[in-house]
């Protein structure tokens, strides 16, 4: 058969994701903090976007209106004014019918000022007074917590003279972590400076006096050491103690009486004193700012009995398209440079409020099933907590797998009970004993806890005993799955716990 060049056409179907499809799952997946600093970013790249400042209430799923709640203990109190609210606010019964259509679920927003929205802690709260009090603002209230770096600093300045010790020391303390730990072997560092061991111990027992006791400490022992002797606790008996710690942790008292020649009192008392110290002296001081979570979604209680699901629009950015420039600069452009970087402009600004409207209307969808399929947690708790998996949820609201797990990651709701990350609600399914219905791992988790909780020390469950039980209130389990559930509580064995609480007794006596 003759090789030669020809021209076929041929029909095909293929699947092209655009920048501004890759962009768009990308988005979905986004925090509440990530997502602002993208559209903070947009906002500086194009001229014709801009910030949309108008207060706005909470995007609901039902299209309705009400008051925006910010925390726990906000929808508890709120919960005696819903029989005030109208009963078009439903979302129980009519919830598989809310998304007909791909009509904008967010049809009315609250246009209610920000003087009718409760404001808890935060920038806004406090004890009273407005920011105008005083001549300086209230900049002039805020503080800076020290850093313990600065703190050990300062005692480094007043209790070392020599040059050369100061040195030393600034290293030492640049090499201690938040945890207050000395985080380089004394080795390593003598080596890099040049200078003997010796010369480093020396300066080093110096900044291991320093406050918080226990800081610069190279291990748990040594820091538990340098606060007892600080208490003037150090006797033998608590050097040996502290030098078998594991059996500490292990709750071994028995050998722990062994083998530092005590009775019951007083290994009591010691185990007593080592629990009061702190094994992590620099956690007082000024680590990494904790972030507060802010919920993306409210769940709220209806007279009725169904549950009201918003939009947090403290975590929606909203920006708008300036027309009136884009019309302006559209004429003033010259060059078909200029006119085609106003026309990317225009397109990329399209896109992206599309794109955060469409985010808005997933999230809702998701949250709304969420809610939908367990709303025997939102109104029981844990124990009432169904099995649930994405691929339910996605073929519930006609959305893909992927993307109902990029929405929830990352993604917080809150409601009466606190607040919950999305993916919180999908749990795995435990059998039933006989016909009965799937439980929860979750809520397996939660009575395995409940029942330790529930224990004397005359009646520490086992395992087995725990698996006994569950079987008895229909949940087919394996002990190995039990333990497993054990431990990934923190929750120690059935021994350790009987030894615990045999010398808490002890103690109490």
Known sequence: MAMMPRMELRQGQSLVMTPQLLQAIKLLQLSHLELQSFVEGELERNPLLER??????????????????????????????????????????????????????????????ADSLPIIGGAYGGSGGSFEEGPDGFESGLTVEASLHDHLSGQLDLA????????????????????????????????????TVARIEGVLSIVQ????????ARDVCECLSIQLRDRNRFDPAMQTLVANLHLVAKRDFAALKRICGVDDEDIADMVAEIRRLDPKPGRGFGGATAETVVPDVFIRSAPDGSWLVDLNPDTLPRVLINQTYHARVSR???????????????????????????????????????????????AHGVEHLRPLNLKTVADAIGMHESTVSRVTSNKYLICSRGVFEMKY???AAIAATGYGEAHSAEAVRFRIKQMIDDETPADVLSDDAI???????????ARRTVAKY???????????????????????R
Not at 342 to 370: F, G, P
Not at 467 to 477: S, T
């Open 209 to 216: 006096g320093f406050d918080p006791s226990g800081v610069a």
């Open 467 to 477: 698996v006994a039980r569950l079987k008895a209130g229909g949940i087919d389990i």
């Open 425 to 427: 609600f999908f749990s």
């Open 486 to 508: 054990r431990e990934s509580l923190r929750i120690p064995s059935s021994m350790e716990r009987r030894r615990e609480k045999v010398a808490m007794a002890m103690g109490s």
């Open 332 to 378: 003033a452009a010259r060059s078909d440079e200029d006119k085609a970087f106003i026309a990317e402009c225009l397109q990329t600004a399209n896109w992206l409020t599309r794109s955060l409207e469409q985010r808005a209307r997933t999230i809702l969808k998701v949250a709304s099933e969420i809610v939908r399929q367990q709303d025997g947690f939102f």
């Open 160 to 195: 070392v003279t020599d040059p050369a010790d100061r040195i030393i020391g600034r290293h030492l303390i640049d090499a201690v972590d938040d945890s207050g730990y000395l985080g380089e072997p004394v080795a390593e560092m003598a080596e890099r400076l040049g200078i």
């Open 52 to 113: 949309d400042d108008v207060t706005e209430g909470p995007l609901r799923a039902n299209g309705g209106d009400g008051p925006l709640a910010v925390d726990a203990e906000t929808f508890a109190r709120s919960e005696s004014l819903n029989s005030q609210e109208g009963m078009e606010n439903r979302l129980g019964t009519g919830l598989d019918n809310v998304f007909q259509g791909e009509q904008p679920s967010v049809a009315r927003l609250d246009t209610r000022g």
